[in-house]
């Protein structure tokens, strides 16, 4: 057996960019998944996390089969600019979203090199994470 190397595979590589990865869950923990998003503005990273921080505080008490997150605007095609954020959102087979479980921020120097972020939510921040309702 030979191996003949063919052609180099170029793989993106971030360089002064934000990573946001938002982790989701499947039923009963049938499954994870990850969304991973590239941010060069800072402001829009932050208005992303925010809705991350909303879609945390959505059904405290778990999802059911049927519950959904279509009534936040963001969620909604029509009514939001971030909407392209999450319309990779995975869904099951009975159509059921995942879960939101949590978000996680990494940032990309001018070398390439990544560094985890934590993020710190200002008061500013905190009234407009309030302005959305919540499902039980």
Known sequence: MKFKIIEEI????PKNEYLLKIT??????DDYHT???YFK???????AIIYCEVLGKQYPGGMWGGC????????NEEEDEYYELFEDWFYDDYGDPDQYKYYEVYYFDDEGKKFKVQVELDEEDTKEI???PIKK
Do not use: R, V
């Not at 503005?41 to 208005?47: F, H, M, R, T, Y």
């Open 68 to 75: 959904d997150y279509n009534y936040l605007n963001f969620f």
């Open 130 to 132: 309030e302005k959305y």
């Open 10 to 13: 170029k793989e993106y590589q």
């Open 24 to 29: 989701t869950m499947t039923g009963d923990a």
């Open 35 to 37: 969304i991973s998003t």
């Open 41 to 47: 503005d800072e402001n829009e990273l932050k208005q």
